[in-house]
């Protein structure tokens, strides 16, 4: 217990002593919230489904997770790179908790960073139907956090040098967001993209932001929590075994 | 202390390391000696759990680290060839997070933690970050956390590796006089002939993954018929130079020198 809550505390430190990374991250949600919630907004009120920043706030939202979880992940290859990898993977604790540790403490990084998105959100005009379900939103926050964060960890113990980070951030992470439904509505769209955006488990973390937040949604919110707390426990599974697996 | 018999390393088509036996008593001091590519981290790693041999035994305080894991990495420190601290934490968050790591009671912690940053000359700076460390400082730092849980064992792969001779004479004061005071037995890698020579009690040469010798330093040059340590070590091991293949993991010691000031 002890070790999980160390190692949790050495993520938020890490976070908050990099002010410079807080705000150079909030950019890019910025830019997809500014510049696609004002640029598309016209289009997007002519097909008649109203205002596309309320549309896409909670999809930056999630996009914000997504990323920060992920990366918090894969930051077990910087680990690796500044050889504190090595102290925790000696030490007298099952490699579980390390991994758990690392997990949790990506996931609440990941989730003050979507709060941080939240703010910006409001600020730029976005308004929720129900100020009483915000502590809703902030549940499904951390479950996308803890099924990235437990992605990014599965990932994090097979990578073996940076040159992997472009590939996954191509082929892993930016799939995962564009197919997610974050930037479009999931009705009326070909079989072939219906289907993968109903496999990617960021879809469910977005709807049910969206229920919470903007009232309108794809699946029941029950569901989308159901999907995520399950694929939640195989990332988590998946990124204790490879963690258990590293050789040095 | 340290018991190993006929390990057995193997990468592929590769043994790195060939039917290894030694025995390593309590208390004592013992150096493997070897050229580069020679074995010595990979059976350090073997001993440290961080690897799983290909076949033979090893035993650590009666234990085999690689069935009785956590126990066995409770009775052992160890300083690894590459640095291996937090480098965005303080000194002292370092050390809090290894006494946490390995169990050590929260008084204890603080306290052994204030006598050994003491004792290597680091507690004026236990609060800065150890980015801001000089690469002496990070090794005295990485040596000291080893001894916070009070290991029966120290294991230091080629730990001065880029120090100054005056870093490397008050660190090797700092081991021997924790060896004395504090009964730990010292397993260290080298290549620095007169380090083994002054520090160790006994050596083991290694070449191809094989121990080609084994005494105190006496007994070595006695063996090899020469009169210092380093003719007898180029009189076992030959004079050819040894290039390592480049991995990953001399990538990655490139890639963190750029990033470390």
Known sequence: MNAIYILWLRELKRYSRSRAMIVASLGQPLLYLLVLGFGLGPVFQKAGNGSYLQFVAPGVIGMSVLFTSVFSGIGLLWDRQFGFLKETLVAPVPRITVMIGKTLGGATVATIQGLLVLVICLIAGFRPVNWLTLPLALVFMIMTAIVFAGLGVAIGSKLQDIQGMQLIMNFVVLPIYFLSGALFPLTGLPTVLNFLTRIDPLSYGVDGLRSVLIGTSQFAPELSLAVLAGVALIFIALGGYSFSKIEI | ?261
């Open chain 2, 1 to 261: 202390m340290i018991k190993v018999e006929n390990l057995v390393k193997k990468f592929g088509e590769v043994t790195a390391v060939d039917t290894v036996s030694f025995d390593v008593a309590a208390g004592e001091i013992f150096a493997f000696l070897g050229p580069n590519g020679a074995g010595k981290t990979t059976t350090i790693k073997m001993l440290t759990t961080l690897l799983r041999p290909t076949s033979g035994s090893i035993e650590i305080d009666g234990l085999d680290p690689a069935k009785q894991s956590n126990e066995a990495r409770k009775r052992f420190g160890i300083v690894f060839q590459d640095p291996s601290l937090d480098q965005e934490l303080t000194a002292e968050e370092n050390m809090d997070l290894h006494g946490v790591l390995y169990h050590v009671p929260r008084k204890e912690r603080h306290e052994r933690t204030e006598m050994l940053l003491n004792l290597f000359e680091l507690w004026d700076r236990r609060k800065d970050y150890v980015k801001t460390f000089s690469g002496g400082m990070k090794r005295r730092l990485e040596i000291a956390r080893g001894f916070l849980h009070t290991p029966r064992i120290l294991f230091l792969d080629e730990p001065t590796l880029g120090l100054d001779p005056q870093s490397r004479n008050q660190l090797w004061t700092h081991v021997k006089n924790l060896n004395e005071t504090e009964g730990v037995t010292v397993f260290l890698t080298t290549h620095y002939m007169d380090e083994a020579e002054r520090v160790a009690e006994r050596i083991a040469v290694i070449d191809h993954g094989k121990i080609i010798a084994q005494g105190s330093p006496d007994e070595l040059k006695q063996q090899t018929e020469t009169d210092s340590l380093e003719a007898a070590f180029l009189s076992l091991t030959g004079s050819t130079i040894r290039d390592e293949k480049a991995g990953a993991a001399d990538q990655i010691r490139e890639m963190a020198k750029m990033w470390r000031k």
